[in-house]
């Protein structure tokens, strides 16, 4: 949705001025190669990064997250119209952790998703594609934390994970997960593509501190909520394409 033009320089190595000063660039360099090493097509939309405002501060005058949401979601649904998917997947309605454009992207896609297949709306964009499902990830998940706790202390290793679950919000919003889907395999592509956005991540850091071999022991899956399907879905579900027609909506 944006070019994560106010994101920090979270790689210490890359924490320079010249980084900063061409700090759009890279990102959308680092998003080519991640693209790249999972073999999938991708466009960016077009909006500006809102930033991560602290307590009391105002979000920037043009940012995503003041969009509105009718103007947000019209390039996500006339890109749905281009791609054709089957399947949508977002972050929840908490955007994974509350960042007003991960937020937004969230209240955008639902939008699109609707918008996408009505020949009402979206003028100007293309036939109508209806998407037949739309999923939440479930990334922020307090049992995959306890996993991995579990997991590197067993194995000796000193654990981020504790700290996470010493601060767990009492309150965080937790979505159930309709479907844990097996694929440990590709934890290497995954682990690439992150390593990708080279400013973004710490390749030192502790979010990456887990063994990819301890991790697909502790949590082999990754974890969807099914919010909304127009084929019928038995929970819970084995694939996320299951129940979907071919020749799409």
């Not at 036939?127 to 996993?147: G, H, M, R, S, V």
């Not at 030192?204 to 887990?210: A, K, M, Q, T, V």
Request: charged share 25%; proline share 9%; net charge negative.
């Amino acid at each position: 949705m944006t070019g994560g033009e106010r994101g920090d320089v979270l790689n210490p190595r890359l924490d320079r001025p010249e980084v900063w000063a061409e700090l759009p660039e890279l990102r959308r360099r680092e998003m080519a190669r991640a693209r790249e090493i999972l073999g999938v097509d991708q466009r960016f939309l077009g909006f500006t990064d809102s930033g991560l405002p602290k307590d009391g501060e105002a979000l920037p005058e043009g940012c995503f997250a003041l969009q509105p949401l009718e103007t947000a979601a019209h390039p996500l649904g006339e890109a749905m119209r281009a791609f054709r998917p089957h399947v949508v997947v977002t972050c929840d309605e908490n955007g994974g952790y509350p960042h007003p454009d991960h937020i937004k992207t969230n209240q955008v896609t639902v939008e699109a998703f609707e918008a996408a297949g009505d020949p009402g709306r979206c003028p100007g964009t293309g036939e109508a594609w209806q998407p037949q499902k739309l999923y939440y990830t479930c990334a922020f998940d307090k049992e995959y934390f306890e996993a991995i706790d579990a997991a590197m202390s067993g194995a000796g290793l000193e654990s981020p994970a504790r700290a996470v679950l010493d601060n767990w919000p009492d309150a965080w919003p937790t979505w159930e997960a309709t479907i844990r889907a097996e694929c440990a395999e590709y934890f290497p592509v995954r682990r690439a593509a992150l390593l990708a956005h080279q400013t973004q991540v710490d390749p030192d850091g502790p979010e990456l501190s887990c063994p990819l071999e301890l991790e697909a022991g502790a949590w082999p899956t990754e974890d969807y909520h099914l919010v909304t399907s127009r084929v019928p879905s038995a929970l819970p579900e084995q694939d996320l394409f299951a129940g979907v027609s071919a020749d799409g909506g």
